[in-house]
């Protein structure tokens, strides 16, 4: 009988931490970066139906790179999470930590498994606050280490030079704009100091959280006229929905209610104590 190698679980942990940085490497990019009135994702995605970027809970978004099976897992189980604890305790007992915490412990239990291969997944968790100095950013790597970002963050494909990128440019108080277009400039650049790619509209999926909006839940998609015009600085075009969606809103949904009202009062009032009609 054969004796089995021995390999020292330093060794182990080593080549699963390398299987999964390679995996994760040939994703495409996703930057995460916080401007004047929220926090914007900006990922390299042509597909309108598999999101990179989506919606946790009222404050929270989820970003990933890696397999998408394995993400979009982890992403159910944390608005599943999300969910449950705001409906048992209180909708403000959910925040980023808590749910980057779930992350840590599942992606660790799965990496220090030998019966499974680690996740090839790279996650952001952030969180929109009242003021710029509550805004939270936290990134996840396949062991379940939770590193805590100030301001900016890049993940999959070339994210050190990105991240080299962002530090650089990235000043507090951008506009959607100005913060969109730093975004697309780290994305876009080669990382051999070649010449720039140009990243239109279609080739990119784009949210925020929004902290100006009066919606509870911050979260909202940027896509169509409304992203081009933003690409190209317009900075009217930032609060276009809210415009749209806010006291003209509510302004409509009181005057269909008060339009309910002279129809109720329109109608005769139904006596209890009428005869039924006779029957034949």
């Excluded at 995605?45 to 809970?57: D, G, M, P, Q, W």
């Excluded at 790179?65 to 449950?84: C, K, P, S, T, W």
């Excluded at 970002?149 to 000043?171: C, D, F, K, M, P």
């Excluded at 909202?220 to 015009?229: A, I, P, S």
Aim: glycine content about 8%.
């Amino acid at each position: 009988m054969s004796t089995p190698f021995y390999v020292s679980p330093q060794q182990a942990m080593a080549d699963r931490a390398e299987y999964a940085r390679k995996g994760i490497a040939r994703g495409r990019s996703v930057v995460v970066l916080t401007y004047a009135d929220g926090i914007v994702f900006v990922a390299e995605n042509t597909s309108r139906a598999l999101h990179k970027v989506s919606e946790i809970y009222d404050r929270i978004a989820f970003a990933a790179v890696g397999r998408y099976n394995e993400f979009e897992n982890l992403r159910i189980g944390g608005v599943r999470y999300a969910d449950l604890r705001g409906y048992s305790y209180d909708r403000a007992d959910v925040n980023a930590r808590g749910l980057a915490n779930v992350y840590a412990q599942t992606l660790g239990t799965i990496f220090s498994s030998t019966g499974e291969k680690p996740y090839e997944v790279e996650l952001i968790v952030a969180e929109v606050g009242k003021a710029p100095s509550d805004d939270q950013i936290y990134r996840l790597t396949p062991d379940g280490s939770v590193v805590d970002e100030q301001h900016t963050v890049a993940v999959g494909g070339n994210s050190e030079s990105i991240s080299t990128y962002l530090e650089q440019r990235h000043t507090e108080g951008l506009t959607l704009p100005e913060a969109l277009k730093v975004a697309v400039e780290s994305l876009a650049r080669d990382p051999n100091g070649g010449q720039a790619r140009t990243l239109t509209q279609d080739q990119l999926e784009v949210a925020v959280l929004d902290r100006g909006r009066w919606q509870q839940r911050k979260f909202k998609r940027l896509t169509g006229d409304q992203l081009g015009r933003l690409l190209a600085g317009d900075e009217t075009a930032a609060g276009e929905d809210e415009a749209a969606d806010g006291p003209a809103a509510a302004e409509s949904a009181a005057d269909q209610a008060a339009d309910l009202d002279e129809v109720l009062d329109d109608l005769p009032e139904l006596d209890g104590e009428s005869e039924a009609p006779e029957e034949d």
